[in-house]
């Protein structure tokens, strides 16, 4: 029983950014490349990153 506990907890904070979120929530906020656009993540939702002449930034999944 306790084993199953225990796997379901680690199923349940592997997923859905936890780790990218707990990132952020140390530092403030994380980068995270998803199909070759960068996101900036924060502990309370995540945003589109843009380089500095207003277009989307783009990344390498491949160099994360």
Do not use: H, P
């Not at 907890?9 to 906020?29: H, K, M, N, P, Y």
């Not at 924060?42 to 491949?62: A, L, M």
């Amino acid at each position: 029983m306790r084993t199953t506990i225990v796997l379901s907890a680690l199923l349940l904070f592997s997923g859905c950014g936890v780790w990218e979120r707990g990132t952020a929530g140390i530092s403030g906020w994380s980068r995270v490349c998803v199909e070759g656009v960068s996101y900036l993540q924060f502990v309370s939702g995540v945003t589109v990153e843009y380089t500095r002449d207003g277009k989307i930034k783009t990344c390498n999944e491949q160099s994360r």
